[in-house]
């Protein structure tokens, strides 16, 4: 994704997609996100506290580092949207 791309929304149906198309305005590379993170892989009982003396690993992230678009929305005005929740058309 890139300054000028069109983009749509991942969570639309397929016929809104088509009429909801937006423009890349600016794009901030690495907002979003870790790569790794403090994880507590052994079972930990419900109700219980967890401390920070209980972590016993670090290991990636669901979805890692991501970037934020300033996108130009032809119904809606500007919105920032997460990398994720865009899909490009044309680049």
């Excluded at 794009?27 to 930990?44: E, L, N, P, S, W």
């Excluded at 934020?68 to 044309?90: F, K, M, T």
Aim: proline share 4%.
């Amino acid at each position: 994704m890139k300054v000028g791309s069109l983009v749509t929304l991942n969570n639309l149906p397929s016929r809104a997609q088509s009429h909801n198309v937006g423009l890349v305005v600016a794009v901030d590379k690495d907002y979003y996100g870790a790569r790794q993170a403090f994880k507590i892989y052994a079972h930990v009982e419900r109700g219980k506290a967890i401390r920070p003396n209980m972590v016993d690993g670090i290991g990636p992230t669901k979805d890692g580092i991501r970037d934020r678009a300033l996108v130009r929305w032809p119904d809606s005005g500007w919105a920032y949207q997460d990398s994720l929740e865009l899909s490009v058309i044309s680049e």
